[in-house]
């Protein structure tokens, strides 16, 4: 089924209304979840809603619960989200990192008691378009590790996404990736559409290479692979880095990580600002010109153009948005028995 943006929206806002979220926090999850559809990633779009009902249900999600920075300096921050919607806290992390790589160039914000914050490339993106290059990552407590570290076969890290972003005077240039082969939502999807799991990027819980989803969730539950295949070793280095950002820097050891049923994150954010050298004026320009020496390449065969990290997402997000965004049946289902718990008719809307 298609469902256009406005509708989708509307839809998103009234559930978490529903769910007892105030206006302001069910419009930011709301706009975070259908802007991930938009642009094309659907394992953090509205696929995300049932989970997060069940964890407002639970107490693991409690709305309304005060966001606050808990300690800062002229340029970095930790934010608690006090176990509110994790977009909710990420959001004012964000303006926090902003602010202060406005005023001293650059920035450093983590967080604690956050859960789950979707689509990292959608904070880059809003740092990006304020002027900064923006790093970001997120690590996920105990209950979401799925990811085995290289050569292993327990479960031991989250699938722990990378994002960056840079202005240009169009569109941000914008990579956003897990530092596993895949994300544990893309393989839900697909168990939903009736796909398979791609060569290299799942075992059972027996260690054997699967493609199917219902073989990955079990029980007992397989595990996901580090990002590289053979070379997993790479994938497995950067999803350390981002244990040490996401929690450990942040005053959050392994044995104090969020337990419990909830995926909590271990949000990180670095912002720059051209100031810090004295790049204010020449920056963009200078990103424009690489992006122009980059396009330049000739196409190998087969591959029709050369395009920027996250290019094809804006072309994905231009069609959905005049198209309307497709939602597969099972994902649509689920969608709206989650609604009713709440007293909302999503059906309405499809």
Same mark, same amino acid.
């Given at each position: 089924?298609?469902?256009?943006?406005?509708?989708?929206? !509307?839809?998103?806002?009234?559930?978490?209304?529903?769910?007892?979220?105030?206006? *302001?926090?069910?419009?930011?999850?709301? %706009?975070?979840? /259908?802007?991930?559809?938009?642009?094309?990633?659907?394992?953090?779009?509205?696929?995300?809603?049932?989970?997060?009902?069940?964890?407002?249900?639970?107490?693991?999600?409690?709305?309304?619960?005060?966001?606050? /920075?808990?300690?800062?300096?002229?340029? @970095?921050?930790?934010?608690?989200?006090?176990?509110?919607? #994790?977009?909710?806290?990420?959001?004012?992390?964000?303006?926090?990192?902003?602010?202060?790589?406005?005023?001293?160039?650059?920035?450093?914000?983590? $967080?604690?008691?956050?859960?789950?914050?979707?689509?990292?490339?959608?904070?880059?993106?809003?740092?990006?378009?304020?002027?900064?290059?923006?790093?970001?990552?997120?690590?996920?407590?105990?209950?979401?590790?799925?990811?085995?570290?290289?050569? #292993?076969? %327990?479960?031991?890290?989250?699938?722990?996404?990378?994002?960056?972003?840079?202005?240009? =005077?169009?569109?941000?240039?914008?990579?956003?990736?897990?530092?596993?082969?895949?994300?544990?939502? &893309?393989?839900?999807?697909?168990?939903?559409? #009736?796909?398979?799991?791609?060569?290299?990027?799942?075992?059972?819980?027996?260690?054997?290479?699967?493609?199917?989803? *219902?073989?990955?969730?079990?029980?007992?539950? #397989?595990?996901?692979?580090?990002?590289?295949?053979?070379?997993?070793? &790479?994938?497995?280095?950067? $999803?350390?880095?981002?244990?040490?950002?996401? =929690?450990?820097? @942040?005053?959050?050891?392994? &044995?104090? !990580?969020?337990?419990?049923?909830?995926?909590?994150?271990?949000?990180?954010?670095?912002?720059? @600002?051209?100031?810090?050298?004295?790049? @204010?004026?020449?920056?963009?320009?200078? /990103?424009?010109?690489?992006?122009?020496?980059?396009? =330049?390449?000739?196409?190998?065969?087969?591959?029709?153009?050369?395009?920027?990290?996250?290019?094809?997402?804006? =072309?994905?997000?231009?069609?959905?948005?005049?198209?309307?965004?497709?939602?597969?049946?099972?994902?649509?289902?689920?969608?709206?028995?989650?609604? !009713?718990?709440?007293?909302?008719?999503?059906?309405?809307?499809?």
């Amino acid at each position: 089924m298609l469902i256009k943006y406005d509708d989708a929206r !509307e839809m998103c806002i009234s559930i978490f209304l529903g769910a007892g979220a105030s206006p *302001s926090e069910a419009e930011i999850v709301s %706009d975070g979840l /259908v802007e991930s559809n938009l642009m094309g990633v659907d394992s953090h779009g509205m696929i995300r809603i049932p989970q997060y009902l069940g964890e407002v249900k639970s107490g693991a999600i409690v709305p309304g619960a005060p966001v606050e /920075v808990i300690f800062q300096t002229p340029n @970095s921050a930790i934010v608690d989200g006090n176990h509110n919607f #994790g977009m909710v806290c990420a959001e004012h992390m964000v303006m926090t990192a902003i602010r202060k790589a406005e005023s001293a160039n650059i920035a450093v914000v983590s $967080s604690r008691h956050c859960n789950h914050v979707g689509r990292l490339g959608a904070y880059t993106c809003v740092m990006a378009e304020s002027g900064l290059f923006a790093f970001a990552c997120a690590n996920g407590g105990r209950h979401g590790h799925l990811v085995t570290p290289f050569g #292993g076969l %327990d479960g031991r890290l989250s699938t722990n996404p990378i994002s960056y972003a840079a202005p240009t =005077s169009s569109d941000p240039i914008v990579l956003d990736m897990s530092t596993s082969t895949i994300a544990e939502g &893309k393989i839900r999807l697909m168990q939903q559409q #009736g796909r398979k799991i791609p060569p290299m990027c799942a075992i059972d819980a027996d260690g054997n290479e699967t493609d199917d989803p *219902s073989a990955f969730y079990g029980p007992p539950m #397989g595990r996901i692979l580090p990002l590289g295949g053979p070379f997993g070793y &790479k994938g497995y280095g950067l $999803s350390m880095m981002v244990e040490i950002l996401g =929690s450990a820097l @942040s005053g959050v050891g392994p &044995k104090e !990580e969020y337990e419990g049923d909830s995926y909590m994150n271990g949000f990180f954010i670095l912002a720059i @600002s051209p100031a810090v050298f004295n790049a @204010s004026g020449t920056f963009v320009g200078h /990103v424009d010109a690489l992006k122009e020496y980059v396009l =330049s390449s000739r196409p190998r065969e087969g591959h029709g153009k050369v395009s920027m990290p996250g290019e094809p997402d804006f =072309s994905v997000r231009a069609d959905r948005m005049e198209k309307g965004i497709p939602i597969a049946d099972g994902t649509w289902e689920t969608i709206a028995l989650a609604a !009713e718990s709440v007293g909302v008719d999503a059906r309405r809307y499809g």
